[in-house]
């Protein structure tokens, strides 16, 4: 069934398929409407689920880490300043080993206070051992939920899916909404053995020592590794279930590209168009779109742009001293490689300022004409 | 005990940080530096008894309806517990810590509730007793101190008789104290039950008539229990008339039955229990007695409760008042010139001397003058082997005399002149004539069988088939040992009284007795000092759960394994049963 | 055996408590009254070590330790998930100390109050963040030494009063408890398990180490906080109903504070000011409590 729906409304409704049994949530613009679609569909009993109205974002992933040790699907959605208030509970949720998932709506950090789109929040958790999902769309976004909470559910590793501020939360695109029954199918409930049981009592989170935490901590790394693949398994077994898959690391017009441009999130969309143009004035250019950040594919970004002979990365972020991330982690995991391309780095689009065509074209423009990327990211729509 | 659980490999470990067994195996014991240990006390009832009674382990038998067991515990050490919960002074009583937080217990009542539900089931105890031994022992005289060595004695195996001078058993219990204040039915009942231990009487037996001290030679030892029967003269002009008795020949005629004409007015020269006693049974013949005593009240010598019975029963008693002359009519008293008194220095006994007040003379008219001063021995016939002083026998600590083999007990010698005391030097003697006759080092003896510091003995203790010589855990428990948290002001009952109206005319029992309800709910008030009770405060508050309860009825225990030594159960423990020790010593 | 005292234990012993401690014993006495069909919320605090680390437990209910201020916001959580599988029988309790009670943690408390989650939230107070090194919390006395507040500078603000917060949030429980009187807490704890709703338990747990009294002396120390009527035990209702529960003898307060190596600086104007704040508190809440009759 074809709906048309803004990205926000997407992920209720992905929620809402994946019966989610408690939700739990603190009100952020632009997230808002995730958390009041989902309230409707509670209300009215599309979905049946526990709502707890937290008084903050903090308290939000404390209650979701509470119900997913006790053994329920526990879902919620939070965005910059939220997501950073989060900051420690990320952390607890990845040790304690719980599959919640959470829809993030990038927007930029503040001080100074910006509510428009902005990659650096979700970038600034990479470290938390949450996996990460960049969607491009309304439809991936929907589709997305519903992956996560698998893939969530058998590593055992907490999952954020990434949708862009406004761009995607507020823009209202078509999403064809799978069929419920196909959707239970595709996700059979939460049921775990160990969780919070009277009849079988342990203590979950328990203090570990120095003689063991290594050895948790190794585990983390160990399941991290493995889920890419669990990634690359469940969005086939999506594929076959629905006909839509999306990959880890998708390729566009790639054939013989001596420059790919590398984004991820709505960007990608405008990129495809750039793409399409340059490819029309007979230009080589390819697109290769990061939707899996963490775990970083590497072996798959390699794969694609290895033929190239220069890397584009877009990055919507900025962390102060390195530039673009994605550039800065594409660098790290190609350097020991005997050989990949050049990576270029361009910062776009900050603080929801729109990353236009002619912008891309620019990125674009740039990279064929330096012989060697610059150290720093170059800064594109700059008012120097 | 849960085990260690040895250092898991990566492998082993399940995916998140989860328990997979307890903490028990941690054993913190190895923290501490002061270990916990149960060590009963004394509670200092049981000192101040010097009968040495387990009082408080019968107050805890009474508190569960156990009021037989109580007795049979009792009967471990006294034979008499129905004379003396009638007429022992309880320094149980005034040994009771209970006493300095509210009200001392009523022990003495509680005694005898105990021996009248003994008497009323017609229960036999069943005492602890030795092996026969081939030795006799003779007794000379059948008051509380000779048939209390009598009663010990044939239960340590020996051949006893016991000589008394009167016709009649129980001495100074018999024919001193009168029928309203302990009924004749009891003490003989009590006397009965010591001699179905198969101890021998020769009544009409007095010793230096009919009775020679070469008769006694066929005995391995003797007990000299004579007991003080004659009464001290007034040393005033005219008390050799008719109409002048002693307190203790008026009493004993009474209490034999005799017919005694007194007269309407009766003067009772003292003031202890024997001007009292005799006041009160001259009243109860029909005659208006007046206590003449010659210093004031407080100095009585006479029970205070006695006293104030007295009063109650509408005696009168004239304080600061001395007899100094006896006038005659037809050679019998007819009046009795007094003169007042005023106090003045000390006594060799520390009361203040009376003084006479120059010109206070003044006379009353008489029928009969019952003079009951005091009384002593009459030791005239004994050996002077014995080695007489000052009209008592001189004893060692164990009641022995200079003459080997013979010891002696009760008002005779250098003691308080009370009933319990009396019992005391009984059972003492017969402990130690017992270590005598088996030619025993008795060194030890007083330290193992010492009831806290005041002298009582444990003849349960003596009786023990292992005659460990180890001494009763020293400390007496004060009311400072105690945690007074736990502890709630309750009244104390009471011994109820026969309406004062009634007891005038009849020689019926003044006390009526506690009934079972109001004799459980007293002795519970008791704290047992120094004894655990399995009140559980120990359990309750371990932070450790390092206290586990005990079997029924047995003490809880410490798992040392895991005790962290901090002591709260010794504060909590409101009886002060639980000692903190540096550990490894 | 007392009465009212169930012989299950659901605590070990073994546990890494000091001697002596307050916390133990609440805790001992907290779970014989809920019994085992509990879980346990554990935020950092003293208990976060007591319970024993990987891979050991102290206690034999399933617990989940949680970061410092997530008590109730964690216990909020595992209610909702155990209801959402269908368990709405086993009781959810927070065991948190009074710093994540009266300062860390109280946004999520109040949170959770004013949704009226069905939890037992259980604040045991040493009046200090003992876990961390004795350092103070709102929850410390007024003139209490801590490392934070040294002699020559003790504590100049009072005690916050967790329990008229807790009361002004018109939750349908809230009791105070001591470790000297188990047989009352075993009882509110029971009556607060039957109820629905949020439930706020404030345990006054003595911690000889922190107080610098003697380990023997944590469970005295509990009771004459109550009967100087320092820490009275009360029972509110629906924020509104006031009820006392022990009488205290009204014991002077130099009774408790010179038992105590915290307070040892005190000079007799100090203890007199401290007599006049309990003894005008103590009105207060009597007031209360007759307004409830």
């Known amino acids: 069934m074809k709906k048309i729906m803004v990205g926000n409304h997407a992920v209720s409704w992905g929620v809402m398929l994946a019966r989610a049994e408690v939700v739990s949530a603190y009100p952020i613009t632009p997230q808002t409407t995730i958390v009041e679609e989902l309230s409707v569909l509670c209300a009215d009993g599309r979905l049946k689920a526990r709502f707890i109205p937290v008084e903050s974002e903090h308290s939000a992933m404390a209650c979701c880490i509470g119900s997913s040790a006790a053994g329920v699907r526990t879902f919620t959605a939070t965005s910059s300043q939220g997501l950073a208030l989060m900051h420690e509970m990320l952390h607890w949720a990845t040790g304690a080993r719980l599959p919640i998932v959470m829809a993030n709506v990038n927007r930029a950090l503040g001080s100074p206070f910006n509510i428009w789109g902005e990659q650096s929040d979700s970038l600034a958790q990479r470290d938390t051992g949450w996996l990460q999902i960049y969607c491009e769309s309304n439809q991936e976004v929907l589709d997305t939920v519903l992956q996560s909470f698998k893939i969530a559910e058998r590593v055992l590793l907490p999952v954020m899916l990434v949708l862009d501020a406004f761009i995607l939360s507020h823009t209202a695109e078509p999403v064809d909404i799978p069929d419920h029954q196909l959707a239970d199918e595709f996700l059979p409930p ?7 049981n009277s009849k079988d009592p342990h203590i979950f989170a328990c203090l570990a020592p120095p003689e063991y935490l290594m050895e948790f901590r190794y585990k983390i790394q160990q399941s991290m590794l493995q889920s890419k693949e669990v990634c690359r398994r469940v969005d086939e077994e999506f594929g076959k279930a629905f ?39 007979g230009r080589k250019v390819g697109l290769a779109k990061l939707r899996l950040f963490r775990p970083f594919p590497k072996e798959e970004l390699l794969e694609i742009t290895r033929g190239a002979d220069k890397i584009a990365v877009l990055d919507r972020n900025f962390s102060a001293g390195i530039g673009g991330i994605f550039a800065h982690e594409i660098r790290a995991a190609f350097c020991n490689e005997k050989s990949h391309p050049p990576v270029y780095s361009y910062i776009t689009g900050l603080g929801g300022r729109d990353t236009t065509l002619q912008n891309l074209n620019e990125v674009i423009y740039q990279t064929y004409e330096r012989p060697r990327p610059e150290e720093q990211s170059v800064w594109v729509g700059l008012r120097s | 005990m849960s085990k260690q659980i040895p250092l898991l490999r990566e492998g082993e470990m399940p995916y998140q940080p989860i328990s997979l067994g307890s903490m028990e195996w941690n054993k913190t014991g190895s923290w501490r530096y002061l270990r916990p240990r149960f060590e009963n006390k004394i509670p200092p009832c049981n000192e101040g008894c010097p009968a040495g009674q387990d009082i408080e382990g019968a107050l805890v038998l009474i508190g569960k309806g156990k009021y037989l067991e109580a007795w049979d515990l009792f009967k471990e050490e006294n034979p008499f517990p129905g004379v003396c919960g009638r007429v022992c002074y309880h320094p149980c009583e005034s040994s009771c810590n209970r006493g300095d937080f509210d009200e001392p217990l009523s022990i003495n009542a509680l005694e005898r509730f105990m021996a009248d539900m003994a008497s009323k089931h017609r229960r036999k105890p069943p005492l602890k007793k030795r092996e026969k031994r081939p030795e006799k ?10 048939l209390t060595c009598a009663y010990h004695l044939v239960r340590l195996g020996y051949g006893v008789t016991v000589f008394e001078a009167l016709p009649v058993l129980g001495g100074m219990l018999r024919v ?3 029928e309203y204040r302990l009924p004749k039915k009891v003490l003989g009942q009590e006397i009965d039950q010591i001699l179905e231990l198969g101890v021998k009487v020769e009544v009409n037996a007095r010793l230096g008539n009919g009775l020679s001290l070469e008769d006694l030679k066929e005995y391995q030892a003797v007990f000299l229990a004579l007991g003080n029967h004659k009464s001290r003269s007034l040393g005033i002009s005219g008390e050799e008339a008719e109409g002048i008795m002693s307190g203790v020949e008026f009493l004993k005629d009474v209490n034999l039955g005799k017919k005694v004409e007194l007269g309407k007015r009766v003067a009772v020269i003292g003031g202890g229990n024997t001007a009292v006693d005799a006041a009160r049974a001259a009243l109860r013949l029909g005659a208006k007695p007046l206590i003449l005593y010659r210093r004031t009240r407080e100095e009585m010598p006479a029970f205070a409760s006695e006293v104030h019975e007295a009063e109650e029963e509408g005696i009168e008693i004239s304080l600061l008042t001395s007899p100094v002359k006896v006038i005659s009519q037809n050679g019998r008293a007819a009046q009795l010139e007094c003169v007042k008194n005023r106090l003045g220095p000390p006594d060799e006994d520390g009361r203040r001397r009376p003084v006479e007040i120059k010109g206070s003379n003044c006379t009353i008219e008489v029928d009969q003058v019952i003079s009951a001063i005091g009384e002593e021995a009459d030791l005239s016939c004994l050996s002077k082997q014995v080695g007489i002083r000052d009209n008592t026998v001189p004893t060692d600590e164990r009641g022995a005399t200079k003459q080997a083999g013979v010891f002696a007990g009760g008002d005779i010698i250098l003691q308080p002149h009370t009933v319990v005391h009396a019992i005391a030097s009984g059972k003492r003697a017969a402990i130690f004539i017992d270590s005598h006759l088996r030619k025993e080092n008795w060194e030890g003896l007083f330290e193992a069988l010492r009831v806290g510091e005041k002298g ?3 003849m349960k203790r003596y009786l023990q088939e292992e005659r460990e010589r180890v001494p009763l855990s020293g400390k007496t428990v004060l009311l400072k040992d105690l945690n007074l948290d736990y502890f709630e002001y309750q009244k104390r009952l009471k011994m109820p009284k026969a309406k004062s109206s009634r007891r005038t005319t009849s020689f019926e029992e003044v006390n009526l007795g506690f009934n ?21 405060n120990c359990y309750i508050f371990c932070p450790d759960v390092a206290i586990q309860k005990g079997k029924e009825g047995e003490l809880n225990i410490f798992d040392y394994d895991h005790c962290k030594g901090c002591g709260i159960c010794m504060e909590e423990c409101p009886r002060d049963v639980i000692v903190m020790e540096v550990e490894g010593r | 055996m007392r009465e009212g005292y169930e012989s299950t234990e659901l605590m070990y012993s073994g546990h890494l408590a000091c001697a002596g401690c307050g916390a133990t014993i609440a805790m001992r006495y907290a779970l014989k009254a809920l019994g085992d069909d509990t879980v346990i919320v554990l935020p950092a605090c003293c208990w976060s070590i007591i319970g024993g680390p990987f891979p050991y437990a102290a206690v034999k209910v399933p617990l989940i330790h949680t970061a410092f201020e997530t008590g109730a916001s964690t216990a909020s959580g595992v209610k909702a998930g155990l209801d959402m599988r269908g368990d709405t029988e086993t009781t959810v309790a927070a065991w948190v100390g009074d710093g994540g009670t009266f300062d860390i943690g109280i946004q999520a408390l109040s949170g959770a109050a004013e949704r009226n989650d069905d939890i037992i939230y259980f604040c045991y107070d040493n009046e200090a963040y003992m876990n961390t090194g004795i350092q103070r919390s709102s929850a410390t006395p007024w003139g209490t030494w801590t490392t934070t507040t040294p002699s020559n500078h003790p504590k100049g603000q009072p005690k916050k009063n967790m329990m008229e917060i807790m009361a002004a949030h018109r939750i349908p429980y809230a009791a105070t408890c001591s470790v000297a009187f188990p047989e009352d807490m075993i009882n509110k704890i029971k009556k607060a398990k039957s109820t629905r709703g949020t439930k706020f338990i404030h345990i006054f747990s003595p911690c000889p180490t922190g107080w610098k009294a003697p380990s023997s002396l944590a469970v005295k120390i509990a009771r004459l906080a109550v009967h100087t009527k320092i820490f009275p035990l009360y029972e509110v209702e629906g924020g509104l109903r006031y009820h006392v529960n022990v009488n205290p003898k009204s014991l002077p307060v130099d009774e408790y504070l010179r038992l105590q190596g915290r307070f040892n600086h005190l000079s007799d104007e100090d203890i007199q000011k401290i007599q006049e704040t309990v003894d005008r508190e103590w009105e207060r809440l009597l007031k209360k409590a007759l307004d409830t009759i």
């Open chain 2, 176 to 178: 001193g104290i009168p």
């Open chain 2, 137 to 146: 022992v003779a007794v000379i005289g059948s008051g509380p101190a000779g």
């Open chain 2, 516 to 536: 079972e309800e109001t004799a459980v709910e007293e002795a519970r008030r008791c704290f047992n000092c120094g004894v655990c009770n399995l009140c559980d």
């Open chain 1, 190 to 196: 939460y049921r775990p053995d160990l969780r919070l």
């Open chain 1, 243 to 281: 006909g839509r898959k999306y990959g880890l690391v998708e390729p566009y017009r790639c054939e013989g590209a001596d420059l790919i441009l590398v984004t991820a999130g709505s960007v990608t969309s405008t990129a495809r168009v750039a793409v399409d143009a340059l490819r029309e004035k």
């Open chain 2, 456 to 458: 009582s003995l444990s």
